[in-house]
T-cell receptor, first 114, second 112 residues
Framework: NAGVTQTPKFQVLKTGQSMTLQCAQD?????MYWYRQDPGMGLRLIYY???????DKGEVPNGYNVSRLNKREFSLRLESAAPSQTSVYFC?????????????FGNGTRLTVT | QQQVKQSPQSLIVQKGGISIINCAYE??????FPWYQQFPGKGPALLIA?????SEKKEGRFTISFNKSAKQFSLHIMDSQPGDSATYFC???????????FGAGTRLAVHP
């Protein structure tokens, strides 16, 4: 099983450019998440989708949009990239929102905005 | 400000030693405390978790100690091995996984 697959693995953008980070899971999970990881900050939730057809803001949603394309796929879009969005982005999924369904993370996308 | 404070930032332990990572929180509504382990180039993975109705949980060489009155919890890794070298994140949550708050992380290096 592939688990959670993120593409691309690395990306360099210029300030103002846009891009979409892709995420797909093959575990038939209902909930999906986007986190960013920055040194000294841990992981912070950007957006999540509790189930297909729903999306909600997390802790740091400004500058991002998301789309839950279907049950498997959850994409993150940066409309106008800023240097402050330089980070490692992780997609995760879980069976649901309950504590008995831990997060399964992908291997991340390292994004640099110059 | 961080709702979950984790220390130390980095830790070096000799093989066979005990690694101890501490976390503290303020929000008394938190009711689930997982620890995630992350290897370089990989995403975090759940290691062990505890609910506040118990003071300790052990899984193999990994133990969580929980002090509800002090609002602190810690991860102990017994007989630390070089393969345990990774970054460890404590976390806390109430009301579901969509509200998971992570600590800043501890980079552990176990030297042979």
């Amino acid at each position: 099983n592939a688990g959670v697959t993120q593409t691309p693995k690395f990306q360099v953008l210029k300030t103002g450019q846009s891009m979409t980070l892709q995420c797909a899971q093959d575990m038939n999970h209902n909930s999906m998440y986007w986190y960013r990881q920055d040194p000294g900050m841990g992981l912070r939730l950007i957006y999540y989708s509790a189930s297909e057809g729903t999306t909600d803001k997390g802790e740091v949603p400004n500058g991002y949009n998301v789309s839950r394309l279907n049950k498997r796929e959850f994409s993150l879009r940066l409309e106008s990239a800023a240097p402050s969005q330089t980070s490692v982005y992780f997609c995760a999924s879980s069976v649901g929102l309950g504590y008995n369904s831990p997060l399964h993370f992908g291997n991340g996308t390292r994004l640099t905005v110059t | 400000q961080q709702q979950v404070k984790q220390s130390p930032q980095s830790l070096i332990v000799q093989k066979g030693g005990i690694s101890i990572i501490n976390c503290a929180y303020e929000n008394t509504a938190f009711d689930y405390f997982p620890w995630y382990q992350q290897f370089p180039g990989k995403g975090p993975a759940l290691l062990i978790a505890i609910r506040p109705d118990v003071s300790e949980k052990k899984e193999g060489r990994f133990t969580i100690s929980f002090n509800k009155s002090a609002k602190q919890f810690s991860l102990h890794i017994m007989d630390s091995q070089p393969g345990d070298s990774a970054t460890y994140f404590c976390a806390a949550v109430s009301g579901g996984y969509n509200k998971l708050i992570f600590g800043a992380g501890t980079r552990l290096a176990v030297h042979p």
